[in-house]
């Protein structure tokens, strides 16, 4: 159990504890730490609670695109126009995430910095081509801030770029001038209170009925979420006919079972996302969500 603890009001008085407490823990909804406060895996003697510094909450356009506060609920986000219009599958993979309880108290930074494998903020914002923003004082005082791709920002399972003077300050995404379709999908051991089992995420743009650029992930598959090349490579520039999808599918498996080996689980798992890959492009398809 922590110690010290801290609940600053401002971001720089966020970082300035950052800065001096290096080894403190950051609070963000609570839904991941508290468990891991229980089983007594959190090192270091102080946390730092970020409930009060309103510059880490809200979502906003900034320019060409729109920044997310890491702070911002899973509700506020599945429940913001401005994402519905702009990066649905994004408020899709929030609407999925554990119970109403559990979405009003999470976080999309602490689901992030937590980096699970089965993280459902992932693989919406990796097809959605999304950074990060990490930020930390200089001993002048000087903010020194850092933008990363989100798949730079994920280094391994529970593994993360983010130093040890850092906070996660912003999720940006950028608004795509394409039309783009989109879908989420995950699966649980049930429908409800589920940790994803399997989930993915896809955006595709179509250009005279073949793929022209497609951007696909899987998340609970690997030791992290990642976008899976090896199907978009061979995906673009072909239609989406039946045999397409499902060499698609036997693509995706390929690269899970090459990262993973085989395991016990395998002869259950590699169907499943073969038939899984097959369903979300369908999905994007059928649902024609539309970004402008």
Request: glycine share 10%.
């Given at each position: 159990m922590s110690k010290d603890f801290?609940?600053?009001?401002?971001?720089?008085?966020?970082?300035?504890?950052?800065?001096d407490h290096e080894g403190a823990s950051l609070l963000a909804g609570g839904t991941d730490l508290?468990?891991?406060?229980?089983?007594?895996?959190?090192?270091?003697?102080?946390?730092?609670?970020?409930?009060?510094?309103?510059?880490?909450?809200?979502?906003?356009?900034?320019?060409?695109?729109?920044r997310i506060g890491p702070m911002t609920s899973f509700t506020e986000i599945e429940d913001s126009v401005l994402l519905q219009t702009a990066a649905d599958i994004l408020c899709e993979a929030a609407k999925a995430v554990g119970?109403?309880?559990?979405?009003?108290?999470?976080?999309?930074?602490?689901?992030?910095?937590?980096?699970?494998?089965?993280?459902?903020?992932?693989?919406?914002?990796?097809?959605?081509?999304?950074?990060?923003?990490l930020q930390s004082?200089?001993?002048?005082?000087?903010?020194?801030?850092?933008?990363?791709?989100?798949?730079?920002?994920?280094?391994?399972?529970?593994?993360?770029?983010?130093?040890?003077?850092?906070?996660?300050?912003?999720?940006?995404?950028k608004r795509s001038a394409a039309v783009a379709l989109s879908a989420f999908k995950k699966i649980g051991r049930r429908n409800a209170l589920a940790i994803s089992r399997l989930s993915g995420s896809v955006t595709l743009q179509l250009?005279?009925?073949?793929?022209?650029?497609?951007?696909?992930?899987?998340?609970?598959?690997t030791s992290i979420p990642e976008r899976i090349i090896a199907v978009e490579a061979y995906l673009t520039g072909r239609e989406l006919t039946a045999e397409v999808l499902?060499?698609?599918?036997?693509?995706?498996?390929?690269?899970?079972?090459?990262?993973?080996?085989?395991?016990?689980?395998?002869?259950?798992?590699?169907?499943?996302?073969?038939?899984?890959?097959v369903s979300l492009i369908h999905a994007a398809m059928e649902r024609g969500v539309r970004y402008e």
């Open positions: 801290f609940q600053p009001d401002t971001l720089i008085s966020a970082l300035q504890l950052k800065r508290v468990v891991a406060m229980r089983h007594d895996t959190i090192s270091g003697d102080s946390m730092i609670d970020l409930s009060k510094v309103r510059e880490l909450k809200g979502i906003a356009e900034v320019g060409a695109g729109i119970s109403p309880q559990i979405r009003n108290k999470g976080t999309i930074g602490g689901n992030l910095c937590n980096a699970s494998a089965a993280g459902d903020g992932f693989t919406p914002l990796l097809c959605l081509d999304a950074e990060v923003e004082l200089a001993a002048d005082g000087t903010v020194n801030t850092r933008i990363l791709p989100l798949e730079e920002f994920i280094v391994g399972s529970k593994k993360t770029a983010l130093r040890s003077n850092e906070i996660l300050t912003g999720i940006i995404i250009k005279n009925s073949a793929v022209e650029r497609i951007h696909f992930a899987l998340g609970a598959s499902a060499e698609a599918g036997k693509r995706a498996s390929e690269y899970v079972l090459s990262q993973t080996g085989r395991r016990s689980s395998s002869s259950y798992k590699l169907p499943v996302i073969e038939k899984f890959t």
